[in-house]
């Protein structure tokens, strides 16, 4: 399950293939459209082996969420997201949207992001020692991905450690 973030921050540094391992990825039709605005969507065509299934979320869903995330503010794709979330438990959530994963986290869900995507991909040596650095490195200073000072201090600390 993805919300826009993690693909769209991926594909302004072109390593939407770390995504292989979340394959087949399911999004709802605001996603979708996000992407799509944003001209994210023949990138994700063109790097993945398998196409996103693209999920309608229903009023109702919609409406469940609203209510069970009241207090957060989130965006209707944040909530049609969290619909399908629900819909499909258990399964991993890929958002780089805090507040969603604060939501989401406070029912039980896992949340990863583009910054632990890029971890895991080397983890499963999908990505080397220099691979991991670089995209570190221009997630950070090419993409659009918003990240504090302290978090970017801790991301910096977290490759040193895993790189060294």
């Not at 819909?87 to 890929?94: E, G, K, N, S």
């Amino acid at each position: 399950m993805t919300d826009t973030g993690p693909l769209l921050h991926l594909a302004e540094i072109a390593r939407l293939p770390v995504l292989a391992s979340f394959e087949p990825l399911t999004m709802p039709t605001e996603v979708h459209n996000e992407l799509g605005r944003l001209g994210a969507a023949p990138l994700l065509a063109a790097s993945l082996a398998v196409a996103p299934t693209v999920a309608t979320v229903s009023a109702a869903e919609i409406a469940a969420q609203v209510q069970a995330l009241a207090g957060y503010r989130l965006s209707a794709a944040d909530l049609a997201v969290a619909a399908l979330v629900e819909r499909c438990r258990p399964c991993i959530l890929l958002t780089d949207d805090l507040e969603l994963r604060r939501a989401t986290a406070a029912h039980g869900q896992p949340a990863v992001g583009s910054v632990g995507l890029l971890f895991r991909a080397f983890g499963d040596n999908r990505l080397d020692r220099d691979g991991l650095e670089s995209a570190i490195d221009d997630l950070l200073n090419r993409s659009t991905l918003y990240l504090s000072r302290p978090f970017r201090l801790w991301v910096l600390g977290e490759v040193a450690k895993l790189t060294a």
